[in-house]
């Protein structure tokens, strides 16, 4: 069975290429544009990996990996953000909120292929 | 729908580039506000991520020099002043330029980021830091011993420790050996936390980095050790170790486990909440427009049809075919709002590049402009929002280049030295009306004259009222500035813009005062395509007029019955309305119904009292455009097919107002040429 | 007339009666023909074209030929048919209808048998008559549509192109 993972990012042109990139390679994709959608796709589908953005409008990425990860299913559940490499204070946020890894922008595919593969499996 | 995520980058790059714009515009007026600074830090920051991400490299490396600049401006280092402003429009420009055509203009970009970084006072960034060289570049294999333990919450944030050891394999020949020392008895363990450590032996040709490449996720609160085991070399590898050796305290951020949930794996847990809400609004589907189109048109055919399914049913006995009947009508209206009702956009979508427009027109001009805009959320369809840019455009260029004055002239006439142009739109039953208002000189009527009567489109003899004279302003090449200038161009002007909006069965009204001011107002019909309609008959023809026209219905009094040629006016509840006799206008033959109806209908402020000899009913009307034939008679703004099959022309309201201005011009004109 | 454009005129029409006379249409023209439809009058407009008519949920413009020839309009009868035909207007492929006392049949028309107008001795303007052929004792009208209704339309005769 394939696995499933969800992308949240408000730029439609990334979820696009995440989308891409992981069905080419056998994956199911959920898309979500800001956290909050996200947070209602990942509490209602069943997730594999989720690649979240930080900076989002609505709920931004910290925050939904905080709700997400106080929601039961989040348990076992890979939480990769995609982060810029000046965001360092960020990144801490993010650990500290419970992610799992994180993808440093820009990134190419199969940077982005090996990530999931590595948090997720093929 | 495209499937290059490069096209769907320059599509949201010319909309993130749209909110930058507007919260630059914003901070003009408000530049102590946080929040506009961070959703423009913002716009900047997912321009460059995804710009990066999709080979636009002029892009990133712009915005990051950029950001960087206004970074300074988000951690209150620099203010916001206009100076600064007009610089981050450029640069916003400047971007969009990149995007649509890169490679061209990428040499254009530095003095746009010097004055910029001069503004902020930065000394310009530091480039980002180059990425470290290998830290050897011969490809040898070496061994490694690695040892391994996860911090206690790993396995609930998602780290799955059997992949760690998959990618070590990839990297080389392994040998992999796993550490139960600190698994506890049974009945202690907790299922959540990972108790096991591994000691691997590897040997690969890949570097260190490599190695610490897997663990990447996981260097705080996780023991790892990275061991080289060539002789010969293992002192100075030791030394450099010890620096990259990771922290091996296992009790940090031991809090961050107390999220985790109750059961250990992902498997063994159903979804717990399947009830999917519906959400609202933030999910939304691009259509091209084009179905839209033809969904219209579908749906304009089933109005059709579904009219003379009533018809043929209203005449039957059977029950139950009218019910039928009656459900499918309700249907086809429904349908029809919604169709009509995705057609709809708000207007306010164009607002946003005129206040870019002003902003530069001001600076161009060297004259003070506020712009106020109101009526952002009034809806339009399509198509018409789409053709009112350019005529917009030229309204408010010409307001602000010709309607207002100098600072110093305003002054001298005793006005404020900043002029004010008004952009307003509002509904107004079964139109829209959009109107551009400046608090300039006005029109010069005299001026409009002299151009008209050289351009021999006026005998100097002929009476005018200043109002008439401002309409040739609307003629094709009448230009009223005396010196052209480079913001309002020569030759396509007025005459363009009123061709769109009549194109679009609007009309266009202009009012001028002289020293206070000019107003152009836009009359457009809500919709193109289906309207509801009043069908009435006057002689043997039936017409049909958009309802939402129509203010009310009254009978046509005796007294006003005989006089045909008599004075065409009404008293509705104390105020005159003039009134045109359809049958007279039209030519209609046979004798007129004993009780004659007036439908008063208004366009913008007007009114006007149309007398019908019978009012049918109302229908739907799908609006069906007329032929090149019959395109110059002003009476009729289309037609529309009958539930029996025929044709109905559609009345032109606005034009039959305007057409029972003339009237009350001319009487008003009577009267003063009588009192003189 | 030189032969080129003899053999430029040369068709498959259909013929029809308009106040007595005979005429050809270009068979490619002709759409469909239509028997007597509810006919919508348009006022005030020009009496060449003052009516409308609904083709298959399209509102179409109706045209009355005999306006263009000063032929008097009768009433119509069981004979009227309606031509629903396809031709440049303005520059723009434009579907109109032209009103029949009569419609006949489909003929050929041979090149040899077309002649040419005469400028002079005509009742109507000659520009309004492609050529002339014959059907057995009677003539035969080749009307110039296109002529006629950028005349009788009051279209501009050359496509205006919209400013830049």
Redesign the interface.
């Known amino acids: 069975m394939s696995k499933t993972i969800l992308t949240i990012d408000?730029?439609?042109?990334?979820r696009?290429?995440v989308s891409?990139t992981l069905s080419a390679a056998g994956y199911q994709v959920l898309q979500a544009?800001?956290g909050?959608?996200g947070l209602?796709k990942a509490?209602?589908?069943?997730?594999?990996?989720v690649l979240t953005d930080l900076?989002m409008?609505?709920m931004n990425g910290i925050e939904f990996i905080?709700q997400y990860?106080?929601?039961?299913?989040?348990?076992?559940?890979?939480?990769?953000f995609?982060t810029?490499?000046s965001d360092d204070e960020m990144k801490q946020q993010a650990?500290?909120?419970?992610?799992?890894?994180?993808i440093v922008?820009?990134?190419e595919q199969q940077k982005l292929l090996a990530v999931v593969?590595?948090?997720?499996?093929s | 729908m495209t499937h290059d995520p490069a096209d769907t980058f320059r599509q949201e790059a010319r909309d993130l580039l749209e909110s930058l714009e507007q919260a630059l515009l914003d901070l003009e007026q408000t530049p102590s506000d946080r929040e506009l600074v961070d959703s423009a830090f913002r716009s900047l920051h997912t321009l460059k991520g995804s710009g990066a991400m999709f080979g636009f490299d002029e892009v990133a490396d712009f915005v990051h020099e950029f950001e960087t600049a206004f970074d300074r401006v988000r951690k209150g280092e620099s203010a916001v002043t206009p100076a600064l402003i007009a610089v981050a429009l450029a640069a916003g420009d400047h971007v969009g330029r990149l995007i649509e055509e890169p490679g061209r203009y990428a040499a254009q970009g530095e003095p746009i980021l010097a004055a910029l970084q001069d503004i902020v006072g930065d000394q310009g960034s530091v480039k980002s830091t180059s990425v470290p060289a290998p830290s050897d570049d011969t490809r040898r294999a070496r061994s490694w011993r690695i040892r391994f333990r996860l911090p206690d919450d790993a396995l609930a944030l998602g780290t799955n420790p059997l992949l760690l050891l998959d990618e070590l394999r990839e990297l080389g020949e392994c040998d992999i050996e796993a550490l139960t020392d600190d698994v506890p008895p049974l009945e202690e363990i907790d299922p959540r936390v990972c108790y096991l450590a591994w000691k691997v032996s590897l040997t690969t040709e890949a570097p260190r980095e490599a190695i610490e490449d897997v663990f990447l996720f996981l260097s705080d609160g996780m023991t790892l050790e990275i061991e080289a085991l060539e002789p010969g070399t293992s002192e100075t590898v030791t030394a450099d170790q010890a620096s990259r050796v990771l922290p091996q305290d296992l009790d940090t951020d031991r809090d961050k486990s107390q999220a985790a949930g109750e059961s250990p794996g992902k498997s063994a847990q159903p979804p717990q909440h399947r009830e999917a809400k519906e959400r609202q609004g933030s999910s939304s589907l691009r259509v091209p427009a084009e179905r839209l189109d033809e969904l219209m048109d579908r749906v304009g055919e089933l109005v059709i049809a579904q009219a003379r399914l009533s018809q043929m049913t209203g005449a039957s006995d059977d029950l139950e075919l009218k019910t039928v009947a009656e459900e499918i009508e309700r249907l086809s209206s429904g349908l029809r709002d919604i169709t009509m009702g995705i057609r709809m956009v708000p207007i306010g979508t164009l607002f946003g590049r005129f206040r870019r427009l002003v902003h530069d027109l001001s600076h161009e001009l060297g004259k003070e402009v506020e712009f106020v805009a109101s009526g952002e959320e009034t809806e339009l369809d399509k198509t018409v929002v789409e053709q009112l840019a350019d005529p917009l455009v030229h309204l408010i260029r010409n307001a602000v280049d010709h309607g207002l004055e100098d600072p110093e002239r305003r002054e001298l006439a005793g006005k404020p030295r900043r002029g004010k142009v008004r952009l307003a739109a509002v509904h107004a039953g079964a139109e829209v009306a959009i109107s551009i208002r400046d608090d300039g000189a006005g029109l010069d009527a005299e001026r409009i004259r002299a151009k008209a009567e050289s351009a021999g489109l006026i005998s100097p003899e002929a009476t005018l009222s200043d109002n008439e004279l401002y309409q040739y302003i609307f003629h094709p090449g009448f230009s009223t500035a005396s010196e052209v200038t480079s913001v309002s161009g020569r030759g396509v002007g007025m005459d363009a813009v009123k061709r769109t909006i009549e194109a679009l069965r609007g009309s266009i009204e202009l009012t001028s005062e002289p020293g206070s001011g000019t107003t152009v107002t836009l009359h457009l019909p809500l919709t193109l395509a289906i309207i509801d309609g009043m069908l009435v008959r006057v002689g043997e023809g039936r017409y049909s007029l958009p309802l939402l026209a129509v203010e009310e219905c009254v009978e046509l009094p005796e007294s006003e019955v005989a006089e045909a040629q008599g004075r065409n006016f009404l008293n509705i509840r104390g105020s005159l309305v003039p009134f045109l006799r359809l049958r007279e206008l039209f030519g209609a033959s046979g004798e007129p119904d004993p009780h004659q109806k007036v439908i008063i209908v208004s366009s913008g402020e007007f009114r006007v009292g149309l007398v019908v000899d019978q009012i049918i009913g109302n229908n739907q009307t799908v609006i069906k455009p007329l032929s090149k034939l019959h395109a110059n008679l002003g009476t009729f703004s289309g037609a529309t097919i009958l539930g029996d099959g025929s044709v109905a022309l559609i009345l032109d309201v606005a034009h039959l107002v305007n057409f029972g201005r003339g009237f009350e011009e001319r009487l008003r004109d009577e009267r003063m040429r009588r009192e003189a | 007339m030189n032969d080129a454009n003899r053999a430029a005129i040369a068709m498959q029409a259909l013929i029809l009666d308009l106040g007595g006379e005979i005429f050809a249409i270009d068979a490619a023209q002709v759409r469909e023909i239509l028997d007597e439809v509810p006919i919508t009058q348009v006022p005030n407009a020009r009496p060449f074209v003052d009516g409308l008519i609904n083709v298959r949920g399209r509102v179409v413009p109706l045209a009355d030929l005999r306006v263009a020839f000063g032929m008097t309009r009768t009433a119509t009868d069981e004979d009227s048919r309606i031509v629903v035909i396809e031709i440049e207007l303005g520059g723009e492929s434009s579907i109109v209808a032209i009103y029949a006392d009569r419609v006949y049949d489909v003929t050929d028309i041979e090149t040899a048998s077309i002649e040419e107008a005469p400028k002079v001795g005509m009742r109507w303007r000659s520009e309004y008559v492609r050529g002339i052929s014959r059907r057995g004792e009677s003539f035969v009208i080749i009307p110039n549509l296109e002529r006629i209704f950028v005349e009788e339309g009051d279209l501009e005769p050359v496509p205006q192109k919209a400013e830049a």
């Open positions: 408000d730029s439609a042109s990334i696009q290429m891409l544009s800001d909050e959608e209602e509490t209602t589908h069943r997730i594999d990996a900076n409008p609505k905080r990860r106080a929601h039961p299913s989040s348990a076992g559940v890979p939480i990769v995609l810029t490499e650990k500290q909120a419970g992610a799992t890894g994180w922008k820009p990134f593969k590595k948090v997720a499996g």
